[in-house]
């Protein structure tokens, strides 16, 4: 009877009396050499196409069998897929290469796959039907991470970093149900809502300081001398008075109840200039501040939204050093 091989590994099953001066040299090479690059091996291989077969062969090397496999080259397109013997197995798969941004291990039968992302790793495995993404958030007590990025994960704990990317975490999506301590500085590129939707309560509380940038509020293209503030781009505005002037109505759709800041008003080198306000902001009476003219002179006047339509206004005339 010749020899057979196992349906995961390919090894070699010698029969019953096969081989009778090489079955040792046979097992070596044919068995143990195999079973050493199934659990040891590191396959690095440069895909070309958009669809790669790892080879495999019975009882000989192959690329299949390794252990870990990491995929290189330059393919100039940013799908492809990387094929697998249809036999359960557990691979290390690492996307290094250029500009595949989906990279697709699945078995050459079919089924579903998993992408492995761009300068990433992970572990996986496939159940003679389907491949799976061996770790995955379900079910994780802790995560360490070395640069790459988090995709959106639920948190039922505490999240803790001392850095990433030096000492900051940049936060793209969202932690939620839990606390997050970071060391360092937390980068956010949208808003950070406290509570639920817009509803934020009072829940966070700064134990230093905070601050809040100062900026140029924009012209209301009325005039070039006429302001019309957007709340959602600051809180905090300045303008230099050039001419008789306008405070028009804020932005409607950035106006949110309960903002608050302040508008820093400058007189120019000549003075003399005047600014009158539109309907939606209240001042105490009923009656706008008249703005010191004195040349170089500020003002300030702080604020804060009851609702769109309605803005209470408070002025500090004249601000300077004291005499």
Not at 268 to 292: D, E, I, M
């Amino acid at each position: 009877m010749p020899s057979s091989y196992t349906t995961r590994l390919r090894l070699e099953k010698q029969a019953d009396g096969e081989n009778a001066n090489t079955w040792g040299d046979r097992l070596n090479q044919q068995v143990i050499d195999m079973v050493d690059e199934a659990v040891g091996g590191v396959l690095g291989i440069a895909i070309t196409t958009s669809v790669t077969t790892l080879s495999t062969n019975n009882g000989a090397t192959d690329q299949a069998r390794n252990a870990v496999v990491r995929v290189s080259g330059n393919p100039g397109v940013t799908s492809c897929t990387i094929e697998i013997p249809n036999n359960e197995k557990v691979y290390t798969f690492t996307n290094q290469t250029t500009g595949v941004t989906t990279l697709t291990v699945k078995r050459a039968g079919g089924g579903t796959g998993v992408n492995i992302p761009l300068n990433g790793s992970k572990i996986v495995y496939c159940d003679g039907a389907n491949m799976h993404d061996a770790v995955n958030a379900t079910g994780v007590s802790a995560l360490a991470l070395e640069g790459g990025t988090v995709p959106g994960f639920t948190v039922s704990g505490t999240v803790s970093a001392t850095s990433f990317v030096g000492t900051k975490i940049v936060a793209t999506t969202s932690l939620t149900s839990g606390n997050v301590s970071v060391t360092g500085d937390v980068n956010v590129s949208g808003g950070i809502a406290i509570g639920s939707g817009n509803n934020k309560g009072k829940q966070l509380r700064i134990t230093k300081s905070a601050v809040a940038d100062i900026v140029s509020v924009a012209t209301s293209g009325t005039s070039a001398h006429d302001m019309k503030p957007d709340f959602g781009t600051a809180q905090n505005f300045v303008h230099v008075l050039k001419a008789n002037s306008t405070l028009a109505n804020p932005v409607s759709s950035t106006c949110i109840a309960g903002q608050t800041g302040s508008f820093f008003i400058i007189q120019n080198a000549a003075g003399s200039n005047t600014l009158s306000f539109k309907s939606n902001y209240k001042f105490v009476g009923g009656t706008a501040p008249t703005l010191t003219t004195t040349a170089c002179a500020t003002d300030r006047i702080d604020y804060i939204v009851q609702s769109s339509s309605s803005i209470h206004m408070q002025a500090s005339l004249d601000i300077k050093t004291p005499t």
